[in-house]
């Protein structure tokens, strides 16, 4: 069974720019989150999906951030315009049930990495 | 705020060597406290504890949870060279809420 899938794996981009990140969570699993890590900073939540819709946005940064997940199968995290604090690894994780947090079934994906110079 | 805090940061022994990793927290409507491995990129479970004083077992690794004090520790014993890896501490709130995470220890284990 194939883990949950991120896409790239690395980007460099220049302040200013677009960039949209992909998730593939691990098939049927409703829950889909999104996390991001800041260099020499914890692991951060930004966002929950039940299916398609957005569960909790409450870690969003601010507005130049959009996430979606139209028909409820991938998703995808765009920031616009892209800010020099907006570099680090964004990990997607997924699980087969909302209270999986709790208990080890929330599956993360190898994250990626941006680098906003 | 809530918050959790691992230490040491980072630590480097010997194979062979027994370690301790710590996990403080300070969560609303705690949950579960789960330790996650993360070697190369992907974070993978290891442990989940939702109760005080029940040591949870996994071959060498092992793991407590005390809810008074609020902290957690994950041992290592007989560490070897594929152990090296960032060990994250994190908390879940409520039924279905998000996870708090520490900023992990990086164990770093010398032949």
């Known amino acids: 069974e194939a883990g949950v899938t991120q896409f790239p794996s690395h980007s460099v981009i220049e302040k200013g720019q677009t960039v949209t990140l992909r998730c593939d969570p691990i098939s049927g699993h409703d829950n889909l989150y999104w996390y991001r890590r800041v260099m020499g900073k914890e692991i951060k939540f930004l966002l929950h999906f039940v299916k398609e819709s957005k569960q909790d946005e409450s870690g969003m940064p601010n507005n130049r951030f959009l996430a979606e997940r139209t028909g409820g199968t991938y998703s995808t995290l765009k920031v616009q315009p892209a800010e020099l604090e907006d570099s680090g690894v964004y990990f997607c994780?997924?699980?087969?049930?909302?209270?999986?947090?709790?208990?080890?079934?929330?599956?993360f994906g190898e994250g990626s990495r941006l680098t906003v110079l | 705020e809530d918050k959790v805090v691992q230490s040491p940061l980072s630590l480097v022994v010997h194979e062979g060597d027994t370690v301790t990793l710590n996990c403080s927290y300070e969560?609303?409507?705690?949950?579960?406290l789960l330790w996650y491995k993360q070697e190369k990129k992907a974070p993978t479970f290891l442990f989940m504890l939702t109760s005080s004083g029940i040591e949870k077992k996994s071959g060498r690794l092992s793991s407590i949870l005390d809810k008074k004090e609020l902290f957690s520790i994950l041992n290592i014993t007989a560490t070897q060279t594929g152990d090296s890896a960032v060990y994250l501490c994190a908390v879940g709130r409520g039924s279905q809420g998000n996870l708090i995470f520490g900023k992990g220890t990086k164990l770093s284990v010398k032949p």
């Open positions: 969560v609303t409507n705690f949950r579960s």
């Open positions: 994780a997924s699980s087969p049930r909302p209270g999986g947090v709790n208990t080890g079934e929330l599956f």
